[in-house]
T-cell receptor, first 109, second 114 residues
Framework: GQNIDQPTEMTATEGAIVQINCTYQ??????LFWYQQHAGEAPTFLSY????GLEEKGRFSSFLSRSKGYSYLLLKELQMKDSASYLC??????????FGKGTMLLVSP | DSGVTQTPKHLITATGQRVTLRCSPR?????VYWYQQSLDQGLQFLIQ???????AKGNILERFSAQQFPDLHSELNLSSLELGDSALYFC?????????????FGPGTRLLVL
C-alpha cells in the first residue's frame, strides 16, 4: 500500500516564500509529482522528481529525498494567484499515480 | 488548456441511474487515466487504458466500467448510481504508459446524484 501525507492548509503573505512538505511510504517508488489545482479546475503539472535533489522551475522548486521518503515544494515571490491546492503524487510500479489529499494554500495581501 | 477534453461539464441525475462520461486525450497521447475526486477522499485513481487495452486498475467499483476506442477517446460508465458517487471525475492522458510520462488532466465532469 501507499501513504502520502501533506498538511491540510497553509497561509502565507504575498511576496513571501512558502514550503509545502510531503512525506510518503510506498513500495517500488518511481517518481514524485507536484500538481497545482484551483478550486473546481483540473490539476496542472508543476514538477517531477525521480532522483534526489532540487529541481528549479522559475518561482517553483521541488526537492526529493528518497531515503527519507520526503519531498517539498518551494514557492517564491508568492502571488495572489498562487492561492490553490497543491497535490503531491507518487508513482510506483508502472505509471499510475497515488495522490495525497492536497495542501490548500491561501495567499493574503 | 491541457488539450484533454471532457464532456459533459456538469451532470445531474438520480440514484439508480446510469451515465456515461467522455474523454478525448491530447493529440498523440495513447494512454488515458480516469480519476474520481470527492471532498473527503481527494483524487483517487480509477483505471488506465493504453492504446485500447486496460493497463491498470485502481479503486474502481464494480458498478463502474470504462473503455478506450480505436480513435483513442475513452468513456467511463457509471451505473446504479448512489449519492456517494457525486464527485468530480477527471480524465488525464499521457503519450505512453512509460514510467517517465507526465499526465495532463482534462477540465473534469462534475456529477451530482440526487
Amino acid at each position: 500500500g501507499q501513504n502520502i501525507d501533506q498538511p491540510t492548509e497553509m497561509t502565507a503573505t504575498e511576496g513571501a516564500i512558502v514550503q509545502i512538505n510531503c512525506t510518503y511510504q510506498t513500495s517500488g517508488f518511481n517518481g514524485l509529482f507536484w500538481y497545482q489545482q484551483h478550486a473546481g479546475e483540473a490539476p496542472t503539472f508543476l514538477s517531477y522528481n525521480v532522483l534526489d535533489g532540487l529541481e528549479e522551475k522559475g518561482r517553483f522548486s521541488s526537492f526529493l529525498s528518497r531515503s527519507k521518503g520526503y519531498s517539498y515544494l518551494l514557492l517564491k515571490e508568492l502571488q495572489m494567484k498562487d492561492s490553490a491546492s497543491y497535490l503531491c503524487a507518487v508513482r510506483s510500479g508502472y505509471s499510475t499515480l497515488t495522490f495525497g489529499k492536497g495542501t490548500m494554500l491561501l495567499v493574503s495581501p | 488548456d491541457s488539450g484533454v477534453t471532457q464532456t459533459p461539464k456538469h451532470l445531474i441525475t438520480a440514484t439508480g441511474q446510469r451515465v456515461t462520461l467522455r474523454c478525448s486525450p491530447r493529440s498523440g497521447d495513447l494512454s488515458v487515466y480516469w480519476y474520481q475526486q470527492s471532498l473527503d477522499q481527494g483524487l483517487q485513481f480509477l483505471i488506465q487504458y493504453y492504446n485500447g487495452e486496460e493497463r491498470a486498475k485502481g479503486n474502481i467499483l464494480e458498478r463502474f466500467s470504462a473503455q478506450q476506442f480505436p480513435d483513442l477517446h475513452s468513456e467511463l460508465n457509471l451505473s446504479s448510481l448512489e449519492l456517494g458517487d457525486s464527485a468530480l471525475y477527471f480524465c488525464a492522458s499521457s503519450v505512453s504508459a512509460s514510467e517517465q510520462e507526465t499526465q495532463y488532466f482534462g477540465p473534469g465532469t462534475r456529477l451530482l446524484v440526487l
